[in-house]
């Protein structure tokens, strides 16, 4: 069982940047594959970002490739979201997730965190 806990969402000017964090209870938090998803109003979920159990393969959606950053820290149980140069369209709940299979695609994950806030004005 792996607890997921988001943080670092907040308001931000379009062209700024925000680093999202995911902080996962279980002792077996390196064994999982961790991806971040988004939702904005009235859109359906959206896959971002995934990172490999060891952080050697990333995989990123077309719409944030060369924007976001994902990475994952084992000793703080921690995978984080880098977003630089956010623009309005970016504007969503940003959901953290965790899945035991070993792969960096797909969208069929078995853990889910409840989810912080990103909203990007002009």
């Known amino acids: 069982q792996v607890q997921l806990v988001e943080s670092g969402g907040g308001l931000v000017q379009a062209g700024g940047s925000l680093r999202l964090s995911c902080a996962a209870s279980?002792?077996?938090?390196?064994?999982?594959?961790m991806g971040w998803f988004r939702q904005a109003p009235g859109k359906e979920r959206e896959f971002v970002a995934a990172?490999?159990?060891?952080?050697?393969?990333?995989s990123y959606a077309g719409l944030v490739k060369g924007r976001f950053t994902i990475s994952r820290d084992g000793a703080k149980n921690t995978v984080y979201l880098q977003m630089n140069d956010l623009k309005p369209e970016d504007t969503a709940d940003y959901y953290c997730a965790a899945r035991v299979s070993p792969a960096i695609f797909g969208t069929d994950y078995d853990y889910w965190g409840q989810g912080t806030q990103v909203t990007v004005v002009t």
């Open positions: 990172i490999s159990w060891s952080g050697g393969s990333t």
């Open positions: 279980g002792r077996t938090f390196g064994s999982y594959t």
